[in-house]
């Protein structure tokens, strides 16, 4: 069965602080909408634009409301140390798993990456996945880097792969036998079909029925229409792509009933032509 996971956001008040009481909300609503579980603290929530105290609440606000269900707690950072004390408090928030994008900024060595998710992997006693995002940690593994890495650890079970190379992806899982979620929207249909075990994607979090018709109809064989369906998902990423993300996202969650507020600074807030071809292309392309 493949897995559709959220990358819950982080809600803000108007003053920039967290709206829990909206986070719990989201994160129920998200999972009566038939989410697999959900990805805490991700790029989707502003992880780099949160205190340390900030991520920890929210770790644990998430966990509460998800009651039961899967949550993985992003705990990345540059810092092993700081990432390592994440993980630790992830254990005991509850977390079922926790993940970390690589180290980055210092443009480290390959070594020091794999000895970051080894150390990451034996600090968090937790099932753990690397979040590989090439596009924004500018850190590239070939895949019997990725292999080696992965094999080190037997709780190291898995990738996010937000990235487009299913040549690779492929080859990482032919090399492991271990679980690869896909992390790129525009291209959900090619990763379930290239042997993607599921999907943690930001528009998940105002369109998670889009992608679960996709894997129904794709079960039943009926591909064209499942492109179909991924037309249409792409054609409000691309009018997102024309905004700021983070706010388009929010934007768009307002739609859906959810209090999302703005992104935080230095993010731009829509332009009014913005948040109309949003809400025209958003609407233009339900099911």
Known sequence: MKKLIVPVITPFNEDETVNYTELKRIVRGLLDEG??????????????????EERRKILETVVKAADGAEVIAHVGAIGGRLTAELARHAKRAGASAVASVPP???????????????????????????????????????????????????????????????????????LTGREIISGRDECFLSAIAAGADGAIGTTFNFMI??????????????????????????????????????????????KKGYHSGRARKPFCPLTEEQKRMLSETYEKNQL
């Open 35 to 52: 989410a697999d579980g959900i990805f805490a603290g991700g790029s989707s929530a502003e992880c780099f634009m949160l205190d340390e």
């Open 104 to 174: 980055f900024y210092f443009k480290f060595q390959y070594e020091n990456i794999r000895d970051y998710y080894w150390d990451l992997a034996d600090a968090a006693g937790l099932p753990t996945m690397i979040y590989y995002f090439p596009a924004c940690t500018q850190t590239t593994f070939a895949a019997d880097q990725m292999a080696e890495i992965l094999l080190g650890r037997k709780n190291i079970y898995s990738v996010k792969f937000t990235d487009s190379d299913y040549y690779v992806m492929e080859r990482i899982k032919a």
């Open 209 to 254: 029925g889009h992608y679960k018709r996709i894997l129904k109809l794709m079960q039943s064989g009926h591909l064209e229409d499942a492109l179909a369906v991924q037309k249409k998902i792409n054609s409000i990423i691309a009018a997102m792509g024309n905004a700021d993300i983070f706010h388009a996202t929010k934007f768009l969650m307002e």
